[in-house]
């Protein structure tokens, strides 16, 4: 029987490769290929544990976590808004923003280009896990602790993209400002910012996934009687595996759709980069 089961789940898994396949093919269904590859691994996911028994201690069904997910939505929406509302999304905003006037301080100032960046290497280089503890402690147990350590996570990936695409414009173009007699705030806002947007993006991009991590493990280590970080790490102590899959999949939904929200403004900034053409 078991044997049958794997074949089966192995023929599944076959013909859904084979018409994503043939869907990437064709240009006018290649936006279906990442719908029906998502959709390929929860039918996957979702034969596995039912043709194998699988306990939902270890490995809940789909199914099951839809379940959950339907039944708490007020619960998950109290925990979304309190970790990615106000903890992700704030200390989002005040990092990335502090990072940008920042990285225009450092390109201004060779003493800080050459002091500032290592440290902020260092800094980067903390693990979570040390700085989390601390900063719960210096801001209360609220979402104020949480947006910081999101702030400390996204500060420095967004600065060293910054700073780098500061310095993209070609020398030509920069001795032609010059020529022209534009100061240094015109050729900052005319050509400086937009050749380092294509870098600017990348490192909001990187920050999004930064953001919502960091928020989620900063409520481990302290939190109110809401959040994300505190309902997986209750639910885990009480072996309820559903609901910390369902916490898990309404963080990756967020994640993604806040990740292709900045991919899509990074479209309608850089329309005119190579890498936005075809």
């Known amino acids: 029987m078991t044997l049958v089961h794997v074949a089966l789940v192995l023929a599944v898994w076959l013909g859904l490769w084979w018409l994503n396949t043939r869907l990437a093919a064709q240009a006018r269904t290649r936006w279906l290929v990442p719908v029906l590859f998502g959709v390929t691994l929860l039918l996957i996911w979702e034969l596995a544990v039912r043709l194998f028994g699988v306990s939902p201690v270890i490995l809940p069904a789909p199914t099951a976590i839809w379940a959950r997910i339907t039944s708490s939505a007020p619960i998950l929406w109290t925990d979304f808004v309190q970790t990615i509302v106000k903890g992700a999304l704030t200390g989002y905003l005040l990092g990335c923003g502090a990072a940008g006037l920042t990285a225009i301080a450092i390109d201004r100032s060779p003493f800080l280009q050459r002091g500032l960046l290592p440290v902020g290497n260092f800094v980067a280089a903390l693990p979570i896990v040390g700085i989390a503890p601390i900063l719960v402690m210096w801001f209360g147990f609220d979402w104020q602790s949480k947006a910081a350590v999101v702030v400390v996570m996204v500060f420095f990936p967004v600065l060293v993209n910054t700073v780098a695409g500061l310095q993209a414009a070609d020398a030509m173009q920069r001795d032609l400002m010059r020529t022209y007699g534009a100061s240094y705030r015109q050729t900052l806002l005319k050509l400086r910012l937009p050749a380092a947007m294509p870098f600017v993006f990348n490192g909001l991009k990187i920050a999004t996934t930064l953001a919502l991590i960091g928020a989620i493990v900063a409520e481990f280590f302290g939190s109110p009687i809401k959040g994300m970080g505190f309902r997986i790490s209750t639910e885990v102590g ?15 939904v967020t994640g993604s759709a806040f990740y292709g929200l900045v991919s899509l403004i990074e479209k309608g900034v850089t329309f005119w980069h190579p890498s936005q053409r075809g």
Not at 238 to 252: N, P
Request: charged letters at 20%.
């Open 238 to 252: 009480r072996l309820g595996l559903d609901m910390v899959w369902a916490e898990i999949a309404v963080a990756a």
